[in-house]
């Protein structure tokens, strides 16, 4: 299936991993950025913010998130959440 046809399918909400996960894969498919992959997965409607965070986690291991994205996001974090944010990128670059 491609986002056309998923969308021209009257495609709802669905919040079943059988019905947000494939249409995420698909949008991280489909897409040729992080940007667009997350903006395809919310155009799909349905369950839009989780299609989003699966598609947008693939789309950062492939594509990395833009270091401006990065920067607009951790601004808007408070400092506990950004201190998780921290050590966990330690532990991963270690």
Do not use: H, W
Not at 30 to 47: F, K, M, Q
Not at 59 to 87: G, H, I, R
């Amino acid at each position: 299936r491609t986002i056309q046809e998923i969308k021209g399918s009257g495609y709802d909400f669905d919040s079943t991993c059988q019905g947000s996960v494939p249409e995420a894969i698909i949008a991280f498919l489909e897409g040729n950025s992080y940007e667009e992959v997350i903006r395809l997965a919310i155009y799909l409607g349905g369950d839009a913010d989780t299609q989003a965070a699966i598609a947008g986690s693939i789309a950062e291991a492939f594509y990395e998130m833009p270091e401006e994205l990065k920067e607009v996001t951790e601004s808007k974090l408070d400092k506990y959440l950004l201190s998780v944010l921290n050590k966990f990128n330690e532990f991963c670059n270690e």
